[in-house]
């Protein structure tokens, strides 16, 4: 990401069942795609229910997306993180979201989906990613 201004919005259309159809993080100043294709992370969670969404682990992620670049690594973090929060605060429960980082801003139900939209504040700072050498390993 060339700036550091990372404050984002994701839109989230999940199904009548309340499947992943598809989800659009971007950044809120410039609306450049944060993530996108380029982690495949959208693709990975396309069908998805919202309790395996909300149930996948980031380190798992970032080796079945064979994530080796620390900036790929980075953006799937912003996606996952963000995509997350907005479906455990869609659902009302799971995770303890902060929500002075992440506000809805609107949920929108339609005849045959529903549309999220969030506010994603900068994050602090990004977890401790493992090395792929270590992981191996384990």
Same mark, same amino acid.
């Given at each position: 990401?060339?700036?550091?201004?990372? &404050?984002?919005?994701?839109?989230?259309?999940?199904?009548?069942? /309340?499947?992943?159809?598809?989800? /659009?993080?971007s950044? @809120?100043?410039?609306q450049? $795609?944060? !993530? +996108?294709?380029?982690? +495949?992370?959208?693709?990975?969670?396309? !069908?998805?229910?919202? /309790?395996?969404i909300?149930? @996948?682990?980031?380190?798992?992620?970032?080796?079945? #997306?064979? @994530?080796?670049? &620390?900036?790929?690594?980075? @953006?799937?973090?912003?996606?996952w993180?963000?995509? +997350?929060?907005?479906?455990?605060?869609?659902? +009302? !429960? !799971?995770?303890?979201?902060?929500?002075?980082?992440?506000? %809805?801003?609107?949920? &929108?139900?339609?005849? *045959?989906?529903?549309? %999220?939209?969030q506010?994603?504040?900068? $994050?602090?700072e990004?977890?401790? #990613? %493992? $090395?792929?050498?270590?992981?191996? *390993?384990?």
């Amino acid at each position: 990401m060339p700036c550091k201004d990372t &404050t984002s919005q994701i839109t989230v259309i999940l199904d009548e069942n /309340d499947c992943l159809v598809s989800f /659009d993080f971007s950044k @809120l100043t410039c609306q450049k $795609p944060v !993530g +996108g294709s380029a982690t +495949g992370f959208m693709k990975f969670c396309r !069908g998805k229910t919202v /309790d395996q969404i909300t149930q @996948l682990d980031f380190s798992d992620l970032v080796v079945a #997306l064979e @994530l080796n670049e &620390t900036e790929e690594q980075f @953006l799937l973090y912003m996606e996952w993180d963000a995509l +997350g929060a907005a479906l455990d605060q869609y659902r +009302g !429960g !799971g995770r303890d979201v902060d929500s002075d980082r992440y506000q %809805i801003a609107a949920i &929108t139900y339609e005849s *045959h989906q529903v549309e %999220i939209k969030q506010v994603v504040s900068s $994050p602090e700072e990004m977890p401790k #990613l %493992i $090395p792929c050498r270590k992981r191996v *390993h384990e």
